[in-house]
């Protein structure tokens, strides 16, 4: 399971670069959003399963049987062989997990980030599978699943909030910080920087994400109508200037924004323009 949302993120990189075409003349950057949606649907899944898999041997009240093996002309406890090799499993997780954390907030990659919460997800099973071996040493049967059932909490969280933020961007929510989740500050920063153009009057920016960059539209209210295109030229520049995440951003002029019905913060939906 761990294996899926790195192939839907490798998926998503390949498709994003395509060039728009007649069927798709969007392009193709929002792969990278259905790859996250399908990382964090696995991330969800993960927790629910080992969460219902601790609740149900604790119901049954399995006692797990562990036997010794000989190695060498000695016996030994398999527990501290099985103890081994969780230890040693969690080590690849953690590393790559620590990698990818940055490089998805670099990239600004959804699917990359999940990727990551699910090697936290995979350290954090193997921690609850060592800290239930140690118990059923001391005779604790239930140790195993109680320490699963704490763990999988952390993962459905994480999977949950995950899921929601995915299909909430599907649906052209307003962007998100990718750590933690907050509004992304991208919109206020680009209407600020137009703002202060001193023949732009007011702004309005709405944009939504679009894979791993930003598109949108920008409402801008001129004082006239002199020079027009050549001044929605500049705040075109000026916004590809701000974050290199606006990739298709439209300068609408409009004569007012407040003709305009405005839906939230700085979110703006357009009537009679």
Known sequence: M????????????????????????????????VGFLCGAVVLFGFGVFIFVDSVIKLIAAEHPTIQTVEIFGKYIWLGWLMVAALVYSVIPPISFGRMKVPLASELHDKALHVSAQIN????????????????????????DSIAAGFISIEIVRDGYIN??????????????????????????????????????????????????????????????????????????????????????????????VDQARICGHNDLSLSGQ
């Open 2 to 33: 761990s294996l899926v949302p790195s192939c839907f993120f490798l998926a998503g990189a390949y498709f994003r670069k395509k060039r728009p075409d007649e069927a798709f003349p969007y392009g193709h950057r929002r792969a990278v959003l």
């Open 120 to 143: 936290k997800g995979d350290c954090l099973s193997g921690i609850a599978g060592v800290a239930g071996i140690v118990g059923i040493s001391y005779g604790f049967w239930w140790a």
């Open 163 to 256: 899921l929601r933020n995915s299909v909430a961007q599907l649906m052209n929510k307003r962007p998100s910080d990718i750590e933690s989740q907050k509004e992304d500050p991208a919109i206020d920063t680009l209407q600020q920087a137009l703002e202060r153009v001193d023949w732009i009057a007011r702004a309005r920016v709405r944009l939504r994400e679009d894979g791993d960059v930003l598109s949108g539209e920008v409402f801008i209210e001129p004082p006239d109508d002199r020079n027009l295109l050549d001044r929605m030229a500049e705040a075109r520049n000026l916004a590809m200037s701000i974050d290199w995440r606006l990739h298709d951003v439209s300068m609408v002029p409009v004569r007012s």
